[in-house]
């Protein structure tokens, strides 16, 4: 399953948690958010969706203290992505799915 397969497929994460001042003990990641497909409880965002090596990081949803919207990204089809900031909780476990060229060595393709 390729990347733009997800952003196809994974209906939109709704997002509700918001405060007016982003906090101290939180980090910022922006992408595109997507529900995981296998675990309601974790969500996907998808970073740089548009370009030419996007990846995808995967936080528990317990983990987000604050979201900020952003502008829209419009497809070659006229689909509308929806791009948030999320601040993630310090200290909290967060996995980078991300492609790499297969070969000795391997070589990452994107650095975050």
Not at 58 to 82: K, M, P, Q, W, Y
Request: hydrophobic share 40%; charged share 25%; no cysteine.
């Amino acid at each position: 399953m390729d990347i733009f397969h997800l952003l196809e497929s994974l209906p939109v994460y709704e997002l509700t948690k918001r405060s007016d001042v982003p906090p101290q003990n939180a980090v910022p990641f922006s992408g595109h958010p997507r529900q995981h497909p296998l675990e309601k409880y974790k969500l996907l965002l998808i970073n740089d969706p548009m370009g030419e090596n996007p990846s995808m990081l995967e936080f528990n949803v317990n983990d987000i203290v604050h979201i900020e919207n952003l502008h829209a990204l419009i497809t070659e089809s006229g689909e509308s992505l929806r791009l948030v900031k999320l601040w993630i909780r310090k200290g909290a476990r967060g996995i980078i799915i991300e492609p790499f060229e297969v070969g000795e060595p391997v070589i990452l393709k994107n650095k975050i």
